[in-house]
């Protein structure tokens, strides 16, 4: 690696042209700070994962994703009263759910539906095989973006609790509220757009096209590491 830079954000701002110009640009600022000789880099699905592909390529890291499912209050989904992680691992904020009224039959309900899609996401992107080992390894978070910060915060705090050595948030753009959030939770953020009037995510794109299953599966298989089999080959 090589010797810590001053600043992790850019002097000229640039539009990016897709997910994919923002993991080389991204990866280049990260390559600057102290992330470790061995690092793994975690992608969050989906977006994140064309991200992740080209920070891994460039930093010569193995990819894998990570899973983030929001347990929505029963009454006001969009609020989340905790999350269930890659791993199985429970989250939840006991302040809120006390605060909500929220009964253990409620908790149970929500939580079964979102294991649900969190093995048939498993399942489809990984086909059966176990997550890269965490515990002890230093960390490279991505996603596309930084906006509400739900997942990239919960993913922080799971990855704590399976012991991970080391945490560094990567971004290609986020707001600079969320973006003050996460630097006091990860160990390190690299944020090179923080936008003083950031709205949301696609504003700092060409191409913002969703990226689909198909893509992650594909994404991942074409990176080469050996928890992967053979699927869609991508351009």
Known sequence: MRSLMKTTTMSTPIRYLDRRHAGRVLASYLMDQPVGDDPLVLALPCGGVPVGFE?????????????VC?????????????????????????????????????IDRVTRREERELERREELYRGGRAPLEVGGREVILVDDGLAGGFAARAAVAALRQLGCARITVGMPV??????????????????????????????YYE??????????????????QPNYSTGTSMP
């Open 55 to 67: 920070v891994a390529n460039e930093v010569a890291a193995p990819l894998d994703v990570f899973l």
């Open 207 to 224: 191409d913002y096209a969703p990226t689909d299953d198909v893509e992650v599966r594909a994404w991942l298989c074409r990176s080469g």
């Open 174 to 203: 986020g707001s600079p509220e969320m973006c003050a959030v996460l630097a006091r939770e990860a160990d390190l953020l690299v944020c090179p757009w923080r936008p003083a009037s950031f709205h949301s995510i696609g504003q």
């Open 70 to 106: 929001k347990l929505g209050l029963p009454i006001q989904p969009e609020f989340a009263m905790g999350s269930l992680v890659t791993g199985g691992l429970l989250l939840l904020d006991h302040s809120l759910i006390q605060e909500a009224g929220v009964s253990a039959l409620e």
